[in-house]
């Protein structure tokens, strides 16, 4: 069982008391009615999808009931680090910046046709 | 035209009349109580707890208990305030003359109370909730909202031996079946 440390209870707590809550660190545009619809959609539908060092939010829905913040790496399945709502994006000690790999069809599959 | 005896309808509890016991584990229905599910900002804690002739609790999974009151702390601006006894303990009254901003829900009739008491009491809610309840991680005093099996609890440690389990009262013959399922295989 994942063990995930939740920084409300300042404790690791079972992941079944968890809730994933997509990426984190998403701001809503200041002037939303101003911006176009190509820039809305980049806000409101697309999302990163990275590999290796990622930021998602998480809620510890069966616990304190707070949402958080967690770095996790999208290929160990390992979360680096939590740390409270509302704080910047924290740099996680040893793990470089997120591999930018976008494995796109063509990119991947587009040779073997 | 039919007399209507009293004006008060007869309550019966969600689980009336079960009484669980296996060998090291017996799961008894608790007696009704009121409760109050508590929000309000750290700046209105002291207030509130002088209001509840209760300290309400800061640090995570800490309980308090002050003549037949128990406040349970559930987040970081969250409590469960439970009054036990007799007819009414005033807990929304005493919220509501606090005289601070603060959100003060009565969920005595939402949720049902299980005590869980024994040397297997432990072993019998481990059988369904991932929590250490080592007395190390999980000590007398020490409350949390959690899961158990499919359905949320909060759970209370009242004694070295003996848990309180608040669940919504829907949920209540699923919690004590489960219980019970636990308890059998709780071997002490």
Request: glycine share 8%.
């Amino acid at each position: 069982m994942l063990l995930i440390h939740c920084p409300y209870c300042e404790e690791d707590r079972s992941e079944l008391e968890f809730r994933w809550a997509g990426e984190a660190h998403i701001a809503r545009p200041d002037a939303i009615a101003d911006i176009t619809d190509e820039e809305f959609a980049e806000y409101f539908f697309l999302r990163n999808n990275e590999k290796g060092l990622t930021y998602e939010r998480w809620r510890h829905i069966h616990g304190c009931g707070r949402f958080f913040n967690a770095a996790r790496d999208t290929v160990s399945d390992r979360f680096l680090m939590t740390y409270k709502a509302g704080l910047p994006k924290q740099p996680v000690p040893g793990v470089s910046a997120t591999e930018k790999t976008v494995e796109t069809y063509e990119q991947t599959e587009g040779d073997a046709r | 035209m039919a007399e209507v005896s009293s004006s008060k309808a007869a309550r019966t509890l969600a689980l009336s009349g079960i009484r669980g016991r296996a060998a090291s584990v017996s799961i008894i229905p608790a007696a009704p109580a009121e409760r109050v599910s508590l929000r309000a900002r750290p700046e209105d804690v002291t207030a509130l707890s002088s209001a509840l002739e209760l300290e309400l609790p800061t640090k995570p999974k800490t309980s308090a208990t002050n003549n037949m009151r128990t406040a349970l702390w559930l987040g970081p601006d969250e409590w469960l305030v439970i009054g036990d006894g007799e007819g009414e303990s005033g807990l929304m009254a005493a919220c509501a003359a606090s005289g601070v901003l603060c959100s003060a829900v009565d969920v005595s009739h939402r949720n049902t109370a299980i005590w869980v008491e024994g040397a297997g009491a432990a072993a019998a809610i481990n059988a369904g909730c991932p929590l250490d309840l080592s007395l190390k991680a999980f000590p007398v005093g020490a409350c949390t909202r959690t899961i158990f099996g499919k359905v949320e609890i909060v759970l209370l440690r009242t004694g070295e031996e003996s848990f309180r389990v608040e669940v919504w009262r829907s949920f209540s013959d699923y919690a004590y079946a489960l219980l019970a399922e636990g308890a059998l295989d709780a071997t002490f």
